[in-house]
């Protein structure tokens, strides 16, 4: 997959959490390391009230095997938002089995 590939699908993922969180900031978190070390890329989503600050990582794996239509609809599919909603503080990781969340330390 090409670098023009890899930002194409970033970008459509960015556009879709913005679409449906227009109440939250959504920043991509630029880290090369962070992000080859643990092989995913991160957005961060977090409310201006603060009661919702969550990760959210796609798996390079994830993002290798689906095109940019696939990996919006399986965001649906999986009910992402739902889980994107919650209020506190957790890492939301999207793979090619589903989506695993986890706890963050609140503080």
């Given at each position: ?32 390391l ?51 909603e ?22």
């Amino acid at each position: 997959m090409t670098y023009k590939d890899w930002a194409e699908k970033l970008r459509v993922i960015a556009t879709y959490l913005e679409s449906q969180f227009p109440e939250c900031d959504i920043e991509k978190i630029d880290d090369p390391l962070r992000c080859q070390l643990f092989r995913k890329h991160i957005f961060r989503i977090e409310d201006r009230s603060h009661e919702i600050e969550h990760l959210f990582s796609l798996d390079y794996d994830y993002l290798h095997h689906n095109t940019p239509d696939e990996v919006i609809d399986l965001f649906e599919k999986r009910n992402l938002k739902s889980v994107l909603e919650e209020p506190g503080k957790m890492e939301v990781i999207m793979t090619d089995d589903g989506i695993r969340v986890i706890p963050r330390k609140q503080g």
